[in-house]
């Protein structure tokens, strides 16, 4: 073809396109996103899929559209025509990684103007931060430009101040928010000749910002981290009686360590900045081990008898009884605990029938004779033909003894000699002596009675003191987990974790 061979008869591939050495090959670069491939946070790496797109003018591919047939437009391999230097700086693939460019032709008009397009897969570096995740936002840029020339011969110019995404495919994980596009200049210094020189160049920077889409890890993380947690709660209102508070916390506590262990690989590494996430699943571990330490305390306290039981104080009972406990709608009064002297009028069962005692000695001889007392429907053992069994091995001998029988005719006394009476008087005392013996024996079995009764009323009171503290332990553990929960999302969601274009530009 006369064109082709017209125009490259003299053309050097190695010499920049300019008639004039001394002025400057302007480059306007372009690219278009088609895919996200991968964003590797722990290695910290965002891989695209992307079409660049470079055009130039060359003062050597210029013609006359009417003297070759109308002809405005022609295209021709790479390699026979001049190619600015222009990378991906920052690139962490080689320079080579797209040899196979035979197919590639570039577009040239008559004017001169040349435009070429080129899809690559490009890896370059990116510093992320996971602090906020799921709810972070990486940004990450495309730095392009010359490698050799500076900006006195080959510079560089943005076509646009956003990358196209007119073509971009949605990504399962990431969601693409903004692509702006900056221009920098930069100075370097070189001694080469000897003396100090410098030089400025110039890049197009290409900024990339995409939001992490969080509904995956909202369900599959957060959910039921927060859902285990607030179930350590629930060990505060399962009865003390049930048996089962410790083994319940304890599975709470096994199955949140569970379910750490399989979302930890969905959690990137990172010693820069450690996830609010993190710190949150911390405290949720945190808080169902106190749960348990709270349950074993509470637990002490309801079985308290089991123990050596000493009243609680005073001020414990106010606090907690009067204040604390109508706050968690928990309303009780105070056990009230007599310490008054025993008496001897003490309630005893004999043949599954209620029998008491006398409140008097057994007897009195008003007038030098006895006198029998009864009390409900008791006889006097003095006086009567019968006498209650009221137990004991003391009140047994007592009814077989040879005294009983002779105090059984005291009412004949009066038939009888000065001499009998005395010795009769003399049966009177052994008697009350015996019945002195088997009212102390009564006394203390009625005094631990009345012991096991206090001790009760006390063991009620550190019952009552373990429910309270259960309703306080539950209302605080459902109010961490839930605000605790809310709180590390607004943080996360809602924190400066998106920079923005005037930011991008400052860098």
């Known amino acids: ?26 480059v306007t670069l372009r690219l278009a996103a088609k895919q996200l491939v991968s964003i590797d946070v722990k290695i910290q790496r965002l891989t695209l899929f992307i079409w660049q797109r470079h055009v130039w003018d060359d003062d050597f591919l210029q013609w006359n559209p009417d003297d070759y047939g109308g002809i405005t437009e022609i295209s021709v391999p790479l390699k026979d025509i001049w190619l600015p230097d222009i990378i991906i700086q920052n690139s962490l693939d080689d320079f080579d990684s797209n040899k196979d460019n035979s197919l590639l032709k570039p577009l040239i008009n008559h004017k001169g103007k040349v435009m070429s397009l080129m899809p690559i897969v490009k890896s370059v570096p990116c510093q992320m931060s996971v602090r906020y995740f799921p709810y972070d936002s990486q ?203 025993l008496k001897l009028d003490y309630s005893i069962t004999v043949n599954n029938r209620s029998s008491y005692l006398y409140k008097q000695p057994c007897c009195t001889i008003p007038n030098g004779y006895p006198e029998g007392k009864t009390n409900d429907s008791v006889t006097n053992p003095l006086v009567g033909e019968t006498s209650p069994k009221i137990g004991g091995k003391l009140a047994a001998h007592w009814r077989e003894s040879k005294e009983f029988n002779e105090a059984k005719n005291c009412r004949n006394l009066h038939n009888s000699s000065i001499e009998s009476f005395h010795q009769c008087n003399e049966n009177l005392l052994l008697v009350e002596s015996l019945l002195e013996r088997v009212e102390k024996h009564l006394a203390c079995m009625s005094g631990k009675i ?37 709180y590390f999302v607004i943080i996360s969601k809602f924190g400066e974790n998106r920079v923005t274009a005037s930011d991008l530009q400052l860098k």
């Open 450 to 486: 009345k012991s096991k009764e206090a001790r009760g009323k006390i063991v009620e009171e550190y019952k009552q003191l373990s429910r309270i503290l259960d309703r306080i332990c539950a209302c605080i553990f459902i109010t961490l987990s839930t605000f605790g929960g809310a």
């Open 1 to 26: 073809m006369n064109l082709k061979r017209d125009l490259f008869q003299n053309y050097s591939t190695l010499i920049r396109p300019r008639r004039h050495q001394n002025e400057t090959v302007f």
């Open 139 to 341: 940004h990450c840029s495309f730095v392009a430009g010359s490698w050799v020339f500076n900006t006195k011969l080959i510079d560089t110019i943005a076509d646009d101040t956003q990358t196209n995404i007119a073509d971009f495919i949605d990504h399962h994980e990431w969601k693409l928010i903004e692509t702006p596009v900056f221009r920098h200049v930069y100075s370097f210094q070189s001694n080469i000749s000897g003396v100090p020189l410098l030089y400025e160049f110039s890049t197009v920077n290409f900024w990339f910002i995409f939001d992490r889409k969080p509904e995956f890890y909202e369900k599959n993380l957060i959910f039921p981290t927060a859902l285990i947690s607030m179930l350590s709660a629930m060990a505060f209102i399962m009865p003390s009686e049930s048996g089962e508070k410790i083994g319940f916390s304890v599975t709470v506590f096994l199955s949140l360590c569970v379910n750490l262990v399989v979302i930890s690989g969905y959690i990137p590494s990172s010693s820069d900045s450690f996830p609010i996430i993190g710190h949150y699943y911390i405290a949720c571990i945190s808080l169902v081990a106190l749960s348990i330490i709270q349950t074993t305390f509470i637990l002490n306290c309801y079985f308290i008898e089991r123990y050596y039981v000493q009243p609680l104080p005073n001020w414990i009972k106010y606090f907690f009884f009067k204040i604390i406990g109508p706050m968690v709608s928990f309303y009780c009064s105070p056990i009230k605990i007599k310490d008054d002297k």
